[in-house]
Structures are given as C-alpha cells and as structure tokens.
T-cell receptor
Framework: GDSVTQMEGPVTLSEEAFLTINCTYT??????LFWYVQYPGEGLQLLLK?????DKGSNKGFEATYRKETTSFHLEKGSVQVSDSAVYFC?????????????FGKGTKLSVIP | DSGVTQTPKHLITATGQRVTLRCSPR?????VYWYQQSLDQGLQFLIQ???????AKGNILERFSAQQFPDLHSELNLSSLELGDSALYFC????????????FGPGTRLTVT
C-alpha cells in the first residue's frame, strides 16, 4: 500500500538557519503530495502541495519539489523563524478505490530557538 | 480558523464505554474524513463520507462507526473503549469527492482511563 517516510525529529535550529525535512513516498499510480503543519494545540493546516512530477509547491517561504525519479518531496526553507516551530507532516493522496484520503508520514517536530 | 468545527474538545471516559464525536464541515463541503492521531500509530485515515454515503474505509476498527447526516455533519461513534483508543481524532472536510484541499478541524482529544 501507499506509505510516506519522513525524517525523524525532533529538529532544533537557530533562527535564520536553513531547513530541510526529507520525505520519500511509495505509491501506486501518480499521487499528489502535500506538506501539512500542526502548531501546538491546533489542527493541521495545508502548507503546500504539488500534483504532478516536477511541480514546486511554495508558501510562506517554504518550498518542496515533486521528484518522481527519486520519489521524494523534501521541504525546505531558507531562513526559519521562531514562529515556524511546529510539527510538519508529509502526506500523499492517491485515488485508490475512488477515495482521496491522505496517507501521512509520522511527522517531524521543528523547534527554532532565538 | 478552518471553518471545520469539532465537539467536544476534550473527552475523558472509562474503558468499556461508548462516546460520540461530532464534526461540522465547512459550509458547502460535501466530503468528511475522519483521522486518528496517536503516538504509536501517527495519523491514520479512518473513514470518509461523501454527501451522506460512505465512500472509503481505512484502518477503522469494527468497534468504531460513523455516519453523515442530511445536514452534512458527521458523527464518529466509538464503543467498547480500550486504553489504546486514547488519541486525537480529527475531522477534515473538502468540497467534493476529488482531489481538493482537505480542511482540518481542531480535533477531539479522547482519553480512556
């Protein structure tokens, strides 16, 4: 079945450091890929998405490129802020059995210190 | 605020009991998805409803059931509760039954003692 593997956390960075969170996937067909963010005590928010190979999703300074050849969708940000501290989930949606449910990675907790 | 509401926010109950979690989707959204978030299993898809009909099932236990009502709100029923059912339960909604963005509610934290 479909699966998502993302780097284990927690990740602790200093403000203005470069961020990379690795994500690889296994899926049948051509999935769409997502990054969701969960701030403490809140639900998940869609951060960015890409629906086909070589698409780049971007939002709030975060970027991720859909790489079909390496089955990857790594999240990057050039300069993190304290307000980026949260848990980040990589996810895919593959319309097997006529549904678009999301399959999530285990999440990576990011802490940014001043 | 995603526009998806879930009640209650917190629920504490004993083993063997039954609880009902409620979700109201965003206005106009026809699909409702339920997910369970636990420390050991992570975020897992449970079940989806679209316009009142069950659309897909994931890792949902037989002790759990759900339904979507004509006004499109949904309820997740959990019965014969076990300690391992303690988790955050999220509801998400989307416009249709296609690849459209899912908006998540704030979740219901269930603690089984």
């Amino acid at each position: 079945g479909d699966s998502v593997t993302q780097m284990e956390g927690p990740v602790t960075l200093s403000e203005e450091a470069f961020l990379t969170i690795n994500c690889t996937y296994t899926a049948t067909g051509y999935p769409s890929l997502f990054w969701y963010v969960q701030y403490p005590g809140e639900g998940l928010q869609l951060l960015l998405k890409a629906t086909k190979a070589d698409d780049k999703g971007s939002n709030k300074g975060f970027e991720a490129t859909y790489r079909k050849e390496t089955t990857s969708f790594h999240l990057e940000k050039g300069s993190v802020q304290v307000s980026d501290s949260a848990v980040y989930f990589c996810a895919l949606s593959s319309p097997g059995a006529g549904s678009y449910q999301l399959t999530f990675g285990k999440g990576t907790k990011l802490s940014v210190i001043p | 605020d995603s526009g998806v509401t879930q009640t209650p926010k917190h629920l504490i109950t004993a083993t063997g009991q039954r609880v009902t979690l409620r979700c109201s989707p965003r206005s106009g959204d026809l699909s409702v998805y339920w997910y369970q978030q636990s420390l050991d299993q992570g975020l897992q898809f449970l079940i989806q409803y679209y316009n009142g009909e069950e659309r897909a099932k994931g890792n949902i236990l037989e002790r759990f059931s759900a339904q979507q009502f004509p006004d499109l709100h949904s309820e997740l029923n959990l019965s014969s509760l076990e300690l391992g059912d303690s988790a955050l339960y999220f509801c998400a909604s989307s416009v249709g039954d296609s690849l459209s963005e899912q908006y998540f509610g704030p979740g219901t934290r269930l603690t089984v003692t």
